[in-house]
């Protein structure tokens, strides 16, 4: 009964979550590669392809169990949206807030300094009028904390984000700004 229960639960139990774990890997390497964080990408790399190899062992040893390409193409699919979750989570890298104001450009503005970020405007028109277009490059950890602040300010605020791969220069919150904020909060 041990070996009936091992075939049927235990290792289809074990290849989907070997196979979560390196689709995951796999998933999150592919996010760092188009961020061009190369060496990172590199070494999830080793680990994804490892995972992968005994994950693949293991079905190649039984091959004619269809529980096991079961559990094989569930992990797949759980793995992708792992992934996806867990690089969300990280939050790495930087993106570009792109904010299109027709009220309180100022008030925008300095908020997000206040913040330690560096702030471009420029005067804009569009379909309803004059406005500006603000922009800065955020920390994507960063960047519910700062879309909060624009929302507060002018709740009609049109935004975009998108994922930047590199900056030459940019203005960010240092260490020092971060502890000063959090003692300001207590």
């Not at 994804?48 to 190649?60: D, Q, R």
């Not at 390409?69 to 969300?88: P, S």
């Not at 994507?140 to 994922?163: C, G, H, M, N, W």
Request: proline share 3%; charged share 20%.
């Amino acid at each position: 009964m041990d070996t009936a229960l091992s075939l049927y639960f235990v290792y289809p139990f074990l290849i989907f979550l070997a196979r979560v774990v390196d689709v995951s890997l796999e998933t999150v390497r592919i996010i760092l590669i188009a961020r061009g964080m190369k060496i990172l990408a590199s070494i999830l790399g080793f680990f994804e392809i490892l995972v992968w190899l005994i994950v693949l062992g293991e079905i190649m040893n039984s091959l004619n169990d269809p529980v096991n390409y079961i559990a094989y193409a569930g992990g797949f699919a759980v793995g992708n949206y792992v992934g996806i979750w867990l690089e969300n989570k990280l939050a790495m890298g930087l993106s570009i807030l792109r904010i299109i104001t027709q009220s309180d450009m100022m008030g925008i503005v300095i908020a997000i300094q206040s913040m330690g970020y560096g702030v471009t405007y420029v005067e804009a028109h569009g379909e309803k009028g004059p406005g500006v277009i603000v922009f800065a490059v955020v920390r994507r950890k960063d960047l519910p904390q700062v879309t909060e602040v624009v929302k507060s300010i002018d709740p009609t605020a049109f935004y975009t984000i998108e994922d930047v791969r590199m900056v030459s220069e940019a203005t960010f919150p240092t260490q020092r700004f971060h502890k000063r904020r959090a003692r300001s909060r207590v």
